[in-house]
Every structure is written in C-alpha cells, then in structure tokens.
C-alpha cells in the first residue's frame, strides 16, 4: 500500500479582535484525505483544532494568509497518528470489505431499480 495525503482547508474561525491584532484566527476545519495509488482507492478525515495565540511578530493579517501556511500550522500541532489510522482501515475496508449491509432475508425483496430508456 502507498497512501499519498493531501489537506484542504474548510473553515476558519477568527476573533476580530485579540491583544491588539485584528482578524485572529481561532479555530480551522480540515480535509485530510488519503489515496492509495496501488489500489486507487481514497479515504477523508475531517478534523478541526484550535489554533494558538499568534506571536505579533510573526502574525499574518488574514487577508495576506494563504491555505499552504494554515495547512502547516496545523501540521506542526495536530498528531496525525489517529486520522493515518483511520483513512488506513477505510482503505482496507475498500479493497477487502468485511462489513457490508445486507438485506434481511425475512423481508419482502428489495423493488429493482427502474430502467431508463436510452435516446
């Protein structure tokens, strides 16, 4: 198995204000999603942290920020031991599923889709 991640930002929360700068964030929700090139494959984790009071040296204004620096703050802060582990077994759920649905048999059988003509 080879799994590559990607991350995508989905939300941010800021105070307006918080000792003495403007637009703080708070708060991010994530996307983290795992592919497995050998199987094709993928699994996400959603997640949200919080995020740390900025130094005021080294606070960006929100406007200026870009998705690749709060991907790395949340990268330097949230362990990933968790979010790799369940994106593995989703995987692995896929290629080898071991927990499927099944209809029960005592109930009358499921109607068949309808068909639809084509053109």
Known sequence: MN??????IQELKMAPSLDGLTDVITNVRFQYTG??????????FMGAIPIGQPESGSFIPLADLTENEVIGWVQSIYN???PNEVILKSINEQIQPTNQEVHLPWEPPLPDPPVTPTP
């Open 3 to 8: 799994i590559t991640y990607t991350w995508k």
């Open 35 to 44: 592919t497995d090139s050998d199987s094709g494959f993928s699994a996400e």
């Open 80 to 82: 990933l031991d968790h």
